[in-house]
Structures are given as C-alpha cells and as structure tokens.
C-alpha cells in the first residue's frame, strides 16, 4: 500500500499592500528575541472541513487567503522582512536584526494530500505525516537569514483544508502569533482587503516598538564572532505524540480539589492540570526517589512589567519558570501541593524578577542552546489555553482541530490548547518518549481527570 505524501503544487511570496517609510526601517531585536536565535519557527494550525457547497472554488480560496495575507501584512511588516547581521570589531560581537530590504516577503504554499479529515483525527497519535503540512521543517530561527520568516502552508485534503503557518520564533512569541493569526482571520472576514486601496482597519493592531530596559543601548550585541560559536541543532529521538481533551467541569473539579488539598483558593485551573502532569510524567519515567524533577512554565512578561507592555506587543516577551521538587517529595505528596509550588514560582516572576533577568542579560549575552536548556527530567508547558484558536476560520467554518509541527518537541514537552467547545475546556498535546508515553496513558491519576472521574 502506497504511503501518502503530501506534494506542493505551487508556492509564491506575498508583500505587504503598502508600505509606509516605518515599515522601511531597521527593527532591532530585544533580550527576550535574541536568545531565540536556536529555537526552531512557531508551527501551528488548523484543520477544516472543506465546504460541501458547489460555489467553493478551491483557486478563489487561496487568491483571497494570498489578497488578505498582503493586507494584513502591512499592519505586521517585520513577518515580510529578513534577519540581518552586521560584525562589529571593538568588541568583536554581532548585531543580529530584522531587515526589510530586499525581502521578497512571505511564503505562501499550496499543496494537497490523498488523506481525509478522519484519517488525521482518528488515529491514537498525531500521525507524523502532519509535520509536512508546514513549511521550515527543523529549521531554527537563525535560518531567517535565508528563509521567510514567515510561511503559510494550505494543503488540500480529500475532504478538508489544512492553514498551517510556520512563524520566526525571533520574530514572535505565541501571543505576537496569534495576534497576528487572528489579525489576518478578521481582514479576510471583512472582504475589506478588496476595495483597491483601503488598508483595511484591525481591532488590535500590532505596537512594533520593542522594549529594552531603561539606560541600555537600543542596538543589542551578541559576543560571538561566528555562527559556530553559538547554533546549536540537536537531534531530536522519536517521541509518540497524543492529545488529550478536558472538559471544563472536569477542571473546575481538579482546580477545587487542589484547592482543597492546600486550604486557599489561589491555585488555578492551569496549576492543577500542569501540577498533574508533572506527576504522572515522573511516574511514567520511573526515575529514583532521589532524582531532581522540574515543571517550566512559559509565562508572558507583558502584564507582569510595570509598567505593563500592551498586549498588543509584538514581539518576544516570555519568560520560563520552574518548579522544582524530587521524584520521591513529588509523588509522596497530592497534586495540591505539587500545584502550590507551581503558584509559588509563577508569583516570584514579577517586575522585579523580569528586569533583572534583562539587565543580568545586557551584562552577560546568551542565546539559547535547545540540547543544554531542556532536561532530562523536566516537564514543559507551552502555549497557552487562552489565545483564540478556533475564532480564526477563513469562510470554512469552525476548525475541527488545532495541531502543530515538528518544531520545539522533546520529551516531556506539553502543548496547550484551547478545547473547541470553550468554556474553560483545555487541550493538551503531550510528546513522550514511546516506552514513557505508554505508562502515562495508563496512569490512573492523569486519566482521572482526562475523564472527570474525580
């Protein structure tokens, strides 16, 4: 039996509409983009069905996709710009930035696969093939030098549609992701992109000015004096990947009992499930009573500074946390307390924490190294349950699925997502090493709360 492959039938680049004398402008990085320089491109999607009726004209679809993509690229320029560096002597270091010049602009990639909606959703696993519905696959985000920093990929299923959007991590964190994402669902909506030269309006339009800490150079250097001094490409094994669904009750039923377990009403929902899941991760990795473990928890700096940056920044503005405990103290005790140690750390992460962090980081450059900065024993929590996935639907209906890429996967890493049907429902994307993952999907305590049965 032939194996699916998916095949690209055409690909171009997409400019901005317009683009006024700011968008020509250099726009230099800050601590929290320069230390993505190794982190592979954002990749997330959504899978649609394909619409029924007989007026849906697949050649239509992708030219308004490509005429709203142009339009919403002129609220979010940098996404058609490139990475530049300039060497400097004295010191000798870098200056890593993103230049407009030259860029042909965004990819956009038509392609299409003999698989249906069904054969992507049923299957236990996410099966692998959904890696090839996006572009820059292993690519990290130095490779913004040569590559678009942006790339939509739309592949044709037999009975569906796939809108992947492969994303610079220098460029962008989630939120800056989908802000844009959401950005472009809203001036595809409004059919506003048509009347020739309007630049259509955006509810929450991008703030481009990035931070740095007061008294610092606006142009930040990197202390390197060639790339080999600092890209890092590890590879990865193969991991099992599966997504595990939520209900809302069922997490207000976990966040009470944790709650409970701790005699305060400050623990969230989030907490809980993350607290749990570091739980059962341990369990399943067997490891001794003795053995360091730790949660990370990527957290938004925007509203935690003082004061706040509007969440409308673009840009990176993230920070990991990490509660730690041994194997032995985290599963002698409930998910309560492992969930109140969470809280602790995300607490401390405050102006405070966050301006040190960047002025330790103007003192000292680093960047990232992806096979030192994840451990063995971690378990990380990304993305976030509160961005509107499914509000993006592009004339095709709400999406059936929200699935991702190759990119930034490991062993324990665990994506969030928000659940379909809202209300507080949650998503996780767990990726495990094979003999891990098949202890954690027997793991009683997870699938408790996977099934409401606590």
Known sequence: MEVPTVKIISHCFVKPKFVSEEAKKPIYLSPWDLVMVNVNYIQKGLLFHRPETQDFSITTFLEELKDSLSATLTHFHPLAARLATVKQQNPPSIVVFLNPENSPGARFIHSAVNLTVAEILTPVDIPVIVQSFFDHHKAISHDGHEMSLLSIQVTELTDGIFIG????????????????????????????????????????????????????????????????????????????????HFSSASLSKLKAKANSECNTTKISSLKALSAVVWRCVTRARRLPADRETGCRLAFNNRHRLSPPLPETYFGNSIYVVRGEATAGELLDHGAGWAAWRLHEVVVNHDDKAIREFAGSWIKNPFVVKMSQFFYANNVQMGSSPRFDMYGNEFGLGKGVAVLSGYANKFDGKVTLYE?????????????????????????????NVVNGLL
């Open 419 to 447: 659940g379909r049907e809202g209300g507080g429902s949650m998503d996780l994307e767990v990726c495990l090493l094979p003999e891990n993952m098949v202890a954690f999907e027997c793991d009683d305590e997870f699938m």
């Open 165 to 244: 959007c492969s994303m610079n991590h220098m460029v962008v964190d989630g939120t800056s992701y989908w802000l844009f994402f959401n950005s472009w669902s809203e001036v595809f909506r409004s059919k506003a992109y048509k009347i020739g030269d309007l630049i259509p309006i955006i509810s929450r339009p991008p703030v481009m000015q990035r931070w740095t800490p007061e008294g610092s150079d606006p142009i930040l250097t990197l202390p390197f004096t060639h790339e080999d001094e600092f890209i890092d490409r590890p590879n990865r094994p193969f991991l099992r990947e599966r997504i595990f």
